[in-house]
């Protein structure tokens, strides 16, 4: 359920809802957000909670006006790591550094933060973050005066040019500090470990990983006043009639009041546990006192529009229903984990230690996460496991809507086959369903392949009798047929990783089998050895194998046909503002598709169009460029240049004949990644193709040099990740 909106929506219309989650932070903020309050009661409440608090608090931030020495109340304090400069030794502040435009080695440009005592010299020295750090500390102090100064807020810092500010800032700003640290807080706050629920077990996360995350506790992601005031609010809280909304207010605010909110832009980076170079403390009473009333609101607004109120919340695993009834639901709408792409478990993490709730739960978590050793193939296990007992309590002919996520249609197609095996039907509609969810990240609005919607896949439980269609591979295939699929399954892996080792493809083949008991009644061995060829304890595929069939072929040049039109419109709408369609674009015209290519929307892509500088997909511009792409699906060319970069990508040999005849082929292979947007295969084919460029001619070399170039400005900032030996094999992958 997250954070209770489908619940909502149920209560709206006037529906019963059963709203459940694994988490009990998610279960305890749908609590709140679905349950009715008494506003005049919550003041009261409130008001109970400032006459025991507020005290506390204002001896925790108080502080003195440099400009009238009359009294005031730190606002927010800013934090600095500390760095010390190559050239003159000093350590400095990041905070006081001066920033330079300068240039990359390839010269691009960028900025860098300037040691200050050797720019006031006229000397360009930077301060590289990635050097041994030092302790933060307090720079500067934002105050508000209470003595009736206009305007009221003012500021210093630790190095002010005004020696009052200065001092000021010594004797009341780092003097309080001083004062704070010297005392026990004398309240309850959570004891844990980052990612540790009992003190025996080992820490654990992706997100957080010790001996790299400069924190190892809870309370250390605070600092000691922010921990202190922190655990004075919410032990009274919990002693108050309405403490559940107060915790509730309190908690939306939590991670704005630990060291990961930013200086520059005040809040936290979503999705990770990352405590910037220069961050703000944060006042916590005036963070959470300015949010209590927006709560009220958003819940007051929420009331009026409730429509009957029957909802039961239930903190539990969606694999176990035991609780509800076979047959008796008439709606389910899921929004799934995708893999390992958000690990709700380590996130939710410092929300349920404040808030006392037990955390033991991320065993049972329906996640990918190699650092935890949850594998694709244990994600795939659980999420049929709840689809079958979704599929179990649906009412038969009522439907399932998954909320979903990601742009790559592998892992769709993935969900689409744990949701047949369940014994679902999927829609059949020519249309893409999305949720616009408004604001969009500078990540969606930028990235190349990042949803800018949420895609809605609705599926149907049968009615009795009534046949669901088959999957990609149902077990229950004759020989032939399902060695016609293996072979499919197998040759698009090894397109995609060539020089895969056997247990690699055989962990591919059962993963993407949905009854996977029936397995063990084929070879294995032959299945590969028609379609591979072992050298050194390495797979490749044979010289004929990964050629497009005329049946393949055609359904790509339709699917193209139906893209081109799709652009055509687009770009018509948009009347020349872009001279590209952004690829989740491309994608959500894709899905309705019916009779889908066998290879990936990405893979493809490239054979037919053209990537523009911006990252986004266009059409050929003359018949002379849909000519070249004509020749390279022809000769089946540019599948053998991504065997080639792939091997290069994943750090293993490529295959004899899948290698450059010469420097020639080479430099043609590198200039056809670029025209074809494939920018990363371009960029690792001349750092570690193995060939030099030497004796060709001036000119030739010349335009392999451009042609590099070009694939690294335009390919993404790091370098390909290579995928060590001992890396879960994933689904998830594209």
């Known amino acids: 359920c997250g954070s209770g909106g489908t619940a909502l929506a149920a209560l709206m219309e006037g529906r019963a809802a059963i709203a459940i989650d694994l988490s009990p932070a998610a279960t305890f903020i749908t609590k709140n957000y679905c349950t009715p309050i008494d506003v005049d009661e919550l003041q009261r409440a409130f008001d109970e909670l400032q006459r025991k608090v507020k005290p506390e608090i204002d001896w925790l931030y108080e502080t003195r006006c440099d400009r009238c020495g009359g009294r005031a109340t730190t ?47 006229g000397i360009t020295e930077e301060i590289s973050t990635r050097s041994h750090r030092f302790d933060p500390v307090p720079v500067l102090a934002s105050y508000l005066c209470e003595d009736g100064c206009k ?6 810092r630790h190095n002010d040019p005004d020696s009052k500010k200065r001092d000021y800032f010594q004797k009341f700003d780092l003097g309080k500090l001083a004062e704070i640290e010297s005392k ?52 009274s809280c919990e002693a108050n009639k309405q403490g559940d909304f107060l915790l509730f207010t309190l908690n939306t605010a939590l991670l704005t009041l630990s060291r990961m909110c930013r200086h520059d832009w005040p809040s936290v980076m979503a999705g990770t546990y990352y405590i910037p170079q220069v961050n703000r403390e944060l006042n916590v009473w005036n963070n959470f006192a300015e949010r209590l009333p927006r709560k009220v609101e958003g819940i007051q607004e929420i009331a009026g529009a409730l429509n009957g109120y029957s909802l039961l919340i239930s903190t539990q695993s969606a694999t176990q229903l035991l609780n509800i009834p076979t047959n008796s639901i008439d709606l389910i709408f899921t929004d799934p984990p995708y893999g390992g792409n958000i690990q709700y478990g380590e996130l939710n993490f410092v929300w349920e230690t404040w808030l006392g709730l037990n955390a033991s739960w991320h065993d049972d978590e329906i996640v990918i996460s190699e650092t935890r050793k949850k594998t694709d193939h244990s994600w795939y296990l659980l999420m ?20 979903y996520h990601d742009t790559s249609e592998g892992t769709w197609q993935l969900l689409q086959d744990i ?8 829609e059949q509609s020519g249309e893409t369903l999305f949720i616009d969810t408004g604001q969009k990240s500078f990540n969606q609005l930028t990235a190349e392949k990042v949803t800018k919607r949420d895609l809605v896949i609705n599926f149907r439980k049968p009615h009795p009798k009534e046949l669901a269609p088959a999957t ?70 044979l010289e004929t194998a990964g050629l497009v069939d005329e049946a393949e072929s055609k359904k790509e040049a339709a699917a193209a046909k139906r893209l081109e039109s799709a652009m055509v419109a687009k770009l018509k709408r948009e009347k020349g503002e872009t001279e590209g369609v952004h690829y989740s674009d491309l994608f959500e015209a894709y899905l309705p598709i019916k009779d889908k290519p066998r290879r990936l929307l990405q893979d493809w892509l490239p054979e037919f169009f053209y990537k523009t500088p911006d990252g986004t997909w266009r059409l050929p511009a003359n018949e002379e460029e849909r000519q070249q792409k004509a020749a390279l699906r022809s000769s089946g060319a540019l599948r053998r240049i991504k065997r080639f970069a792939n091997a290069l990508i994943d750090g293993v040999p490529p295959s004899e004949r899948d290698r450059p005849e010469n420097a020639v082929t080479l430099a043609d292979w590198i200039c056809q990644c670029r025209r074809a947007g494939l920018f990363e295969l371009g960029r690792v084919m001349y750092e570690k193709g193995g060939l030099k460029f030497d004796d060709l001619n001036e000119e030739t070399q010349l335009l392999v040099e451009e042609d590099y170039q070009i694939c690294v ?7 390909p990740k290579a995928k060590g030996k001992d890396q879960q094999l994933s689904l998830m992958e594209e």
């Open 419 to 426: 949701m047949t095996e369940a014994g679902f039907i999927p």
């Open 713 to 719: 400005g335009r390919s993404e900032k790091k370098a």
């Open 75 to 121: 606002a927010y304090t800013v934090y600095s790591y500390i760095f010390q400069c190559p050239r003159c030794l000093e350590k400095v502040a990041l905070f006081d550094c001066v920033e330079v435009q300068s240039q990359t080695a390839d010269g691009r440009p960028k900025t860098i933060s300037a040691c200050p005592n050797c720019f006031a010299r």
């Open 184 to 235: 026990p807080v004398p309240h309850w706050f959570p004891p844990q470990r980052m990612m540790n629920v009992d003190s025996n077990n080992e820490p654990w996360g992706d997100k957080w990983r010790a001996g790299t995350s400069s924190f190892r506790t809870v309370a250390e992601l605070f600092t000691k006043r922010n921990l202190w005031a922190l655990a004075a609010i919410r032990e």
């Open 472 to 541: 990609i591979l149902t077990g229950d295939e004759d020989a032939s047929t399902f060695t016609e699929k293996a072979r499919l399954i197998l040759g698009e892996r090894l397109e995609a990783h060539p020089g895969a080792t056997a247990d690699r493809l055989y962990d591919e083949l059962v993963s993407r089998m949905v009854r996977r008991g029936e397995f063990e009644r084929h070879d294995f061995d032959a299945l590969l050895r028609s379609v591979a060829e072992e050298t050194g304890g390495r797979w490749y595929l």
């Open 151 to 156: 305007p009221r807020r003012g500021e210093r």
């Open 384 to 403: 049929l496991q709840a689809m079958q007992e979704s599929y179990r309590v649906l009412k038969p002919g009522r439907w399932i809507s998954v909320c």
